[in-house]
Antibody, heavy 113, light 112 residues
């Protein structure tokens, strides 16, 4: 069955970067887009972008241009999202999702000094 | 960006009764391929969102048929019949018509 296992919670300092992972199993990793979605505490959902692991193509929500970098490692079936120049506004739960139907459990990123 | 406006913000329902949630789009979600790109999700407390409905009216795999959805090109309604305890959470509509994909602000469903 399709599973997306995300990395654990991160506590990071303002101005730093963080890279979170999403390990896929149960399907052909290179054949489906992997999307990333942000959810701030008590808030709704924001689509960040997607990566197609088959060829590395990406599409970003312009709002997150310069903030996020999506990559994928075909050898380990793992997608990554790097967030840079972190501020308190980046504190959120981040989900990876294959299409609309399969979601990871979420990774909490807390930006605090 | 396409704005999706949900109503109400919260709804309180007696178990066994029905509930309806509205989602209005600032733009037609009918694609050139004739597909209406509107999706409904349920996020239970502390969980990831779960797909309920895809392409406006299609029930996702494993979702009970107590859930249904209908609409036009810009106005959509999710109906939950015979509400159960497990239906508690936040309901979101979302689209995938064009970039950026966006979601509604969510509707909280709780039990009376």
């Amino acid at each position: 069955q399709v599973q997306l296992q995300q990395s654990g919670a991160e506590l990071v300092k303002p101005g730093s970067s963080v890279k979170i992972s999403c390990k896929a199993s149960g399907y052909t990793f290179t054949s489906y887009d992997m999307h990333w979605i942000k959810q701030q505490p008590g808030n709704g959902l924001e689509w960040i972008g997607w990566i197609y692991p088959g060829n590395g193509n990406t599409k970003y929500n312009q709002k997150f241009n310069g903030k996020t970098t999506l990559t994928a490692d075909k050898s380990s079936s793992t997608a990554y999202m790097q967030l840079s120049s972190l501020t308190s506004e980046d504190s959120a739960v981040y989900f990876c999702a294959r299409g609309t139907a399969y979601w990871g459990q979420g990774t909490l990123v807390t930006v605090s000094s | 960006d396409i704005v999706l406006t949900q109503a109400p913000l919260s709804v309180s329902v007696t178990p066994g009764e029905s509930a309806s949630i509205s989602c209005r789009s600032s733009k037609s979600l009918l694609s050139s391929k004739g597909i209406t790109s509107l999706y409904w999700y349920l996020q239970r407390p502390g969980k990831s969102p779960q797909l309920l409905i895809y392409q406006m009216s299609n029930l996702a795999s494993g979702v009970p048929d107590r859930f249904s959805s209908s609409g036009s090109e810009t106005d959509f309604t999710l109906k939950i019949s015979k509400v159960e305890t497990e239906d508690v959470g936040f309901y979101y509509c979302g689209h995938r018509l064009e970039y950026p994909y966006t979601f509604g602000a969510g509707t909280k469903l709780e039990l009376k």
